[in-house]
């Protein structure tokens, strides 16, 4: 059975842009990385769990910050290179991310010291357009860009350079 994971993708439009909010993950992994290493805010959640529940919950673990209401649009599943199944939901928001804190995790750092270090699960979370959007996500989740994109409430926005 796939590890499963849901998370929420916040969009807005600003002059004609639709901008997204992703996430960069905290850690010493990921410290030095940037395009390809960001993220819609998302987590896991076992087979049986709403994945809009469990989107909602990351979404604030992550942010620290609950998901804003209002109309939802369901971008699907993909599966990840690594097997991972992601569910993402899109909602329309203009949401400050200025008070944005992560939950953290901890870890042994460096590998093999014996000292376990805290870190954020999420170091950086910013507005981007999609076009920006498009080199910084994880390959494996560009297409949830895609998908919203395509959306029809979307029409006559474009991505931005």
Same mark, same amino acid.
Request: aromatic share 8%.
């Given at each position: 059975?796939? /590890?499963?994971?849901?998370?929420?993708?916040?969009?807005?439009t *600003?002059?004609?842009?639709?901008?997204?909010?992703?996430?960069?993950?905290?850690?010493?992994?990921?410290?030095? /990385?940037?395009?390809?290493?960001?993220?819609?805010? /998302?987590?896991?959640?076992?087979?049986? +769990?709403?994945?809009?529940?469990?989107?909602? *919950?990351?979404?604030?673990? +992550?942010?620290? =910050?609950?998901?804003?209401?209002? &109309? *939802?649009?369901?971008?699907g599943? #993909?599966?990840?290179?690594?097997?991972?199944?992601?569910?993402?939901?899109?909602?329309?928001?203009? #949401?400050?991310?200025?008070? &944005?804190?992560?939950?953290?995790? +901890?870890?042994?750092?460096?590998?093999?010291?014996?000292r376990?270090? +805290?870190?954020?699960?999420?170091?950086?979370?910013?507005?981007?357009?999609? !076009?920006?959007?498009?080199?910084k #996500?994880? /390959?494996?989740?560009?297409?949830?860009?895609n *998908? =919203?994109?395509?959306?029809p409430? #979307? !029409?006559?926005?474009?991505?931005? &350079?």
């Amino acid at each position: 059975m796939p /590890k499963l994971s849901a998370g929420v993708l916040l969009y807005r439009t *600003r002059g004609g842009v639709v901008e997204v909010l992703i996430a960069h993950p905290g850690g010493p992994f990921w410290a030095r /990385k940037d395009n390809g290493a960001w993220s819609i805010p /998302k987590g896991e959640y076992t087979d049986g +769990e709403d994945p809009w529940v469990a989107a909602q *919950r990351e979404f604030a673990e +992550e942010l620290g =910050l609950s998901v804003p209401l209002g &109309a *939802r649009l369901e971008l699907g599943q #993909l599966k990840q290179s690594g097997g991972k199944v992601v569910t993402a939901f899109a909602v329309h928001s203009d #949401l400050d991310v200025t008070g &944005a804190r992560s939950n953290t995790f +901890e870890l042994e750092w460096p590998k093999g010291s014996g000292r376990l270090r +805290e870190f954020p699960e999420v170091d950086r979370v910013d507005w981007f357009s999609v !076009a920006q959007a498009r080199v910084k #996500l994880l /390959k494996g989740q560009v297409a949830f860009l895609n *998908r =919203l994109m395509a959306d029809p409430g #979307l !029409a006559g926005s474009h991505e931005g &350079a």
